[in-house]
């Protein structure tokens, strides 16, 4: 699956953001999504998750109740609603997708099979 991740830029705290990850070339049914973001000279870490059929999801706690994840697996899309965005949320995000089987969401790096190509997401103070 090929994986385009859209929707960054740059906005003052406070503000919001929607990012968009458009997939192709597979069932995108059969994949678990998440976000991921990496901010200069930090580890790559897990922001959001959902399962294939979206029932299931999880968040880091440093954005738990300001992002929501979403899909919509007619138009093999998946969202990143990022409200009240701070500073510290500044970062490239990554979208990414796994195989596996229904109900599962992935929080782990290790476990991702395809990644997409990152968009910039910068908030100022």
């Known amino acids: 699956v090929q994986l385009q991740a859209s929707g960054g830029g740059l906005v003052q705290a406070g503000g919001s953001l929607r990012l968009s990850c458009a997939a192709s070339g597979s069932p995108f049914i059969t994949y678990a999504m998440s976000w991921f973001r990496q901010a200069p000279g930090k580890e790559r870490e897990f922001v959001a998750a959902?399962?294939?059929?979206?029932?299931?999801?999880d968040y880091a706690d440093s954005v738990k109740g300001r992002f929501t994840i979403s899909r919509e697996n007619v138009k093999n899309t998946m969202f990143l609603q990022m409200n009240r965005l701070k500073p510290e949320d500044t970062a490239i995000y990554y979208c990414a997708a796994t195989e596996t089987i229904s109900g599962v969401t992935i929080t782990a790096t290790t476990r991702v099979d395809y990644w997409g190509q990152g968009t910039q997401v910068t908030v100022s103070s």
């Open positions: 959902i399962s294939q059929g979206g029932k299931v999801r």
